[in-house]
């Protein structure tokens, strides 16, 4: 199992330049084995008909780096060369305990959205985990983007919520002292002795 943390990214930005500055200065590569290519919805109508496989191009496009290579987190960025990632917030509605439907923030409106999964298991030298490692991508992409004047967002996998620039509920707890996400104070230790 892995942390999926999700970045969105709500106004445009060069994306190549992004995913290289992620590369060097975040998971210490300059070189990894990436990839660029257009991503695709799985045509099951022909797969029906025909018994193969095959993808129909969707406009997504996605920088990615090969997974395999040590690095302590698998990271892409997807986004639309002709415009907004998502256009429109997507809203999805869930049945309470209670029995009353209420909606929730599924995918807020974005131009570009930057993807991690770390192993649930990841534990650095000075015992930082994945949910600080995430904390620490999280503030320092907050930084980068916040130099540009580009707004933001980001989402917690482990409560299912989406957080502006706040990053202040990341170091939370729950009623039996855990953290809600991580420490990004850690995660930047971990960070610097990775690199």
Not at 6 to 23: C, G, H, Q, S, Y
Not at 29 to 42: A, T
Not at 119 to 128: C, I, L, S, T
Not at 159 to 173: A, L
């Amino acid at each position: 199992m892995t942390l999926h943390t999700r970045i969105a990214v709500l106004n445009p930005v060069p994306v190549k330049e992004l995913f290289d500055w992620i590369n060097a200065n975040l998971l210490g590569r300059n070189d990894p084995v990436g990839s660029h290519e257009e991503q695709g919805d799985f045509d099951l109508e022909h797969y029906k008909e025909t018994g193969e496989r095959r993808h129909i191009p969707n406009g997504i496009w996605e920088w990615s780096n090969k997974p395999g290579q040590r690095l302590d987190a698998w990271m892409w960025i997807r986004y639309r060369q002709d415009g907004p990632l998502h256009p429109e917030a997507v809203y999805e509605d869930d049945a309470g305990d209670d029995g009353e439907t209420e909606s929730y923030l599924d995918t807020p409106a974005m131009a570009v959205e930057v993807n991690f999964d770390t192993a649930y298991g990841y534990k650095a030298a000075n015992d930082a985990g994945c949910g600080d490692l995430h904390a620490a991508f999280i503030v320092r992409i907050g930084e980068w983007l916040d130099a540009r004047g580009v707004d933001w967002s980001w989402y917690n996998e482990f409560t299912g919520d989406w957080h502006g620039r706040d990053v202040t509920s990341m170091t939370q707890r729950d009623q039996y002292g855990h953290l809600l996400f991580g420490d990004p104070a850690v995660g930047l230790v971990a960070l610097k002795a990775s690199s």
